[in-house]
């Protein structure tokens, strides 16, 4: 199956920082999901962005589908942040998604 | 805006006991999930779902697991004899047409 790789693991980060997040997968996909999963273990949806670039607030992602790879940036980190941050992939969709998920990102923004 | 709800949103068990975990998918989606996190670990699919049956199930879903769609909303996971390992978050999830997942908050399993 589709392999997902996440770095870095860890990341601790002042508020107000900048942080950018990193997933690499061994195939095409036709579809790249970033989520937050909050402290609480909710995961949010953040960007759905099987290829090109979005951005809401202070967040964008960037996925270059050909080189296989999608980035996520945090600006001006607040608490709030703070977190695991998956990347899901889907190589085909069919009748119905099947995501793979990454190991994910542990993010603690401190004050 | 239409969100995915799941109950319970944490449920104790003993070993053996049979558990129905619960969801109602955003409306006018077609598909639906059910996903896995076992404590520390990543999310692992379990079983998509589409048009009153299986579309694709993963290894861990095994005997034991079944889903139902017993009405027009709800959608639910059935594990008939729980085990100390079925312990885990449990996130139900559903997509329309454009194959972009929205997830629920979850069902925390304990099997003590």
């Known amino acids: 199956g589709i392999q997902v790789e996440q770095s870095p693991p860890d990341l601790i980060l002042q508020e107000g920082a900048n942080s950018t997040l990193r997933c690499n997968f061994s195939d095409s996909v036709n579809n790249l999901q970033w989520f937050h999963q909050n402290p609480w273990g909710q995961l949010i949806n953040l960007f759905y962005i099987p290829s090109g670039t979005k951005q809401n607030g202070r967040l964008s992602a960037t996925t270059v589908a050909t080189e296989r790879y999608s980035l996520l940036y945090i600006s001006s980190s607040q608490t709030t942040d703070s977190g695991v941050y998956f990347c899901?992939?889907?190589?085909?969709?069919?009748?119905?998604?099947?995501?793979?998920f990454g190991t994910g990102t542990r993010l603690q923004v401190t004050l | 805006e239409p969100e995915v709800t799941q109950t319970p949103s944490h449920q104790v068990t003993q070993m053996g006991q049979e558990v129905i975990l619960r969801c109602v998918p955003i409306?006018?989606?077609?598909?639906f999930y059910w996903y896995r996190q076992i404590l520390g670990q990543k999310v692992e699919f379990l079983v998509s779902?589409?048009?009153?049956?299986?579309?694709?199930k993963s290894e861990i879903f095994d005997d034991q697991f079944s889903v139902e769609r017993p009405d027009g909303s709800n959608f639910t996971l059935k594990i008939r004899s729980t085990k100390l390992e079925d312990s885990a978050m449990y996130f139900c999830?559903?997509?329309?047409?454009?194959?972009?997942?929205?997830f629920g908050e979850g069902s925390r399993l304990t099997v003590l």
């Open positions: 409306s006018n989606h077609l598909y």
């Open positions: 999830a559903s997509s329309g047409i454009t194959g972009e997942l929205f």
């Open positions: 779902f589409y048009n009153n049956e299986i579309s694709e």
């Open positions: 899901a992939v889907e190589r085909w969709a069919g009748t119905a998604s099947k995501l793979t």
